[in-house]
């Protein structure tokens, strides 16, 4: 797999939530905190307004226009932002199996959205190195998202037999299209791995690790998959990515590490080999050292909250 699939695999984003939002006239609506969920909505009809906590400015959403919330924060949205907020849930019933929610007697405005959840301790690790606010607006990105959009719209207003699971699958696809969308915008300035991907040189040695975490790389064996000199392809590492080349495959044999020790029953002795480790306490140190626990504490489930040092800082 490449980089961004192996991460997303890892963080096991599940939807958990997909419907259609029709609105006449004018309206406002406040929706509270996500707990750490992801949420993304595309604008089929009309257009509205976006305000997310924490931001200073509101975003204009104009028919086409899709967003990616990644922070969980509370948001709103709105015709008119100067119009007071209703929460959300007066507007929306408090569990419902998707379909389309009408508000105003509906027909001026049309929004398809979908709510994640990431499973795993580590969603940080993406959710930290987005904006509050993905605006995908350009024509060329839009078309990329379109059918994913038309087609979930048709399964939320017509339901039919295996609808849940279509709609489940399409909501993956709008999720991974955005962040797609995002990265494809040649992104300056960000640090951590995500903005790594964007550089073609980097995203290639991320990517050499990813696909063989168990291999004994050197800095130098990196640094010709990048075409560059030891020192050079060092610094550009740590500048784009914001850890050293070597720290940055240590997370990452642990991050699968740790999945392994949830869902599976591999000995601790197994996972150190597979990830390159000639003995079980080498691993376990490097371990520790990561995961602020032993192995054996995050497999029983005693993992604390964890964000991997350096991504906090990338931030």
């Known amino acids: 797999m490449d980089p961004l699939s192996d991460v997303l695999s890892l963080l096991k984003p599940r939807n958990y939530m997909s419907a259609g939002f029709d609105a006449g006239g004018e309206w406002s609506i406040q929706f509270p905190d996500q707990q750490q969920s992801i949420k993304t909505g595309a604008v089929v009809s009309g257009r509205c307004w976006l305000s997310v906590e924490g931001v200073a400015d509101a975003v204009r959403l104009e028919t086409g226009d899709s967003f990616l919330l990644p922070s969980g924060r509370p948001f709103r949205l709105a015709s008119d932002i100067s119009l007071a907020p209703v929460e959300a849930v007066r507007i929306f019933p408090p569990a419902r199996a998707g379909g389309v929610v009408t508000h105003n007697g509906g027909g001026d405005f049309f929004l398809v959205s979908s709510r994640f959840a990431l499973g795993g301790n580590h969603a940080g690790i993406l959710l930290r190195m987005l904006p509050a606010i993905v605006h995908i607006r350009k024509e060329s990105d839009q078309s990329a998202l379109r059918w994913s959009v038309e087609r979930m719209m048709q399964e939320l207003r017509e339901p039919q037999p295996g609808g849940f699971l279509v709609i489940q699958h399409l909501a993956h696809m709008m999720l991974v299209q955005a962040l797609r969308l995002y990265l494809s915008e040649g992104l300056k300035g960000g640090i951590g791995w995500l903005f790594a991907l964007a550089d073609k040189q980097i995203g290639t040695v991320i990517s050499a690790m990813h696909d063989n975490p168990a291999h004994g790389w050197t800095l130098q064996e990196l640094a010709e998959r990048a075409g560059m000199s030891r020192s050079t392809f060092a610094l550009r590492f740590k500048e784009t990515v914001g850890a050293s080349p070597m720290d940055y495959l240590t997370r990452w044999r642990m991050?699968?590490?740790?999945?392994?020790?949830?869902?599976?029953?591999?000995?601790?002795?197994?996972?150190?080999?597979?990830?390159?480790?000639?003995?079980?306490?080498?691993?376990?140190?490097?371990?520790?050292?990561?995961?602020?626990?032993?192995?054996?504490?995050?497999?029983?489930?005693?993992?604390?909250?964890?964000?991997?040092?350096?991504?906090?800082?990338?931030?």
């Open 255 to 315: 991050l699968l590490a740790g999945d392994r020790l949830t869902n599976s029953s591999d000995p601790v002795a197994v996972i150190a080999l597979s990830l390159g480790y000639e003995s079980e306490s080498a691993f376990s140190t490097a371990f520790k050292r990561v995961m602020n626990c032993s192995p054996r504490q995050y497999g029983r489930g005693r993992a604390p909250s964890f964000v991997p040092r350096n991504e906090a800082e990338a931030a």
